[in-house]
């Protein structure tokens, strides 16, 4: 029996990624993005939020290639001394794991949620479904903004880390919709196939009918969906950290640090916004190519 990396390599899958320019590069910049953001400690030159090694003498420094600017800071300074390619590695990583621990929430709700409306249907299924018709109704980031806000509001004191749970919790809460009507509406039709009534006829429970026979049936359009929400969870985490009621001042994101460039975009300081936002963009932009890539790579009728 062949090994499952064996079978990988032979797959389809790998032979549309190896095959695929875009997907490669786009999987080159997120790995590399991915990488510094994980070993920050040890790839960034400097520890930009550590108080000790800062200095206020080296301030608003521009860029090594620019006049003014010096080798030490490649792509310069902010406000405070801080290493900009420093920061953008720590605050990368904190912008994906927010990133990444909302799209686990969110699909670990809808997900569930999508099953249930789909295999019990009646009023379970009426029921579910119109919470989420009323979730679709408000704007996300305005939710996320007030769920935030009530959080901050109730622990006003609270540590770092619950901060941060509050955080992915709003963001979170507004993006199980859309898992849970993916799922349902492949859960519907995974119910009415033969396996499932040989499993209903032999006295499987329904339970178990959902997780062990239907659940890897519907996985797909899940996979393709977390890899894109995945961006848009960045990006709304980014959005509330440019807001001022994203994470802590202390663990700034690229959010927050697009927020503070921003006070300076205009007296000349261009790199303190322009940097963070760009690498903003380059993740979010090799995670959509990913996403699309993998949406094409699952659908039978483009093999």
């Known amino acids: ?105 969110s699909m670990l709700v809808g997900v569930s949620m999508g099953l249930l409306s789909g295999f019990a249907g009646g009023r379970i299924d009426a029921f579910i479904m119109r919470v989420c018709d009323v ?17 901050r509001a109730l622990f006003p004191n609270a540590h770092d880390t619950l901060a941060f749970a509050v955080l992915i919790i ?30 209903r006829v032999i006295g499987v429970t329904s339970l178990r009918i959902m997780r062990r026979h239907v659940l890897p049936n519907v996985m797909g359009p899940v996979m393709v969906l977390a890899t894109i929400q995945v961006a848009l969870a960045i990006i709304t985490e980014a959005t509330l950290s440019f807001l001022g009621v994203g994470v802590p001042p202390t663990s700034p994101s690229l959010g927050t640090l697009i927020r503070v460039g921003n006070d300076f975009l205009f007296s000349g300081e261009w790199w303190i916004t322009i940097f963070p936002g760009a690498v903003l ?17 699952l659908n039978p009728r483009l093999r």
């Not at 960034?44 to 620019?66: K, Y």
């Not at 993006?175 to 396996?195: D, F, I, L, P």
Request: aromatic content about 12%.
């Open 281 to 297: 963009v380059l993740i979010t932009l090799s995670v959509n190519l990913l996403g699309d890539w993998l949406r094409d790579a």
């Open 1 to 105: 029996m062949a090994s499952p990396v064996r079978r990988f390599f032979d797959s389809d899958i790998w032979y549309s990624f190896r095959t695929s320019p875009t997907a490669m590069i786009a999987a080159l910049i997120a790995f590399v993005c991915l990488f510094c953001a994980i070993f920050a400690n040890w790839v960034a030159p400097h520890n930009p939020f550590d108080l000790a090694t800062l200095e206020l003498g080296d301030s608003r420094l521009p860029p090594a290639w620019s006049e003014g600017g010096t080798s030490r800071y490649l792509l310069g300074t902010d406000d405070q001394g801080r290493d900009i390619l420093s920061a953008l590695m720590y605050g990368a990583r904190i912008s994906l794991f927010v990133g990444l621990a909302s799209v686990m929430v």
């Open 135 to 151: 979730m679709l109704s408000f704007p996300s980031i305005l939710i996320a903004l007030l769920i935030d806000g009530v959080g």
């Open 170 to 199: 709003a963001i979170s809460l507004t993006g199980w919709v859309q898992y849970a009507r993916t799922v349902r509406g492949s859960t519907m039709v995974e119910r009415n196939k033969e396996y499932v009534q040989a499993a």
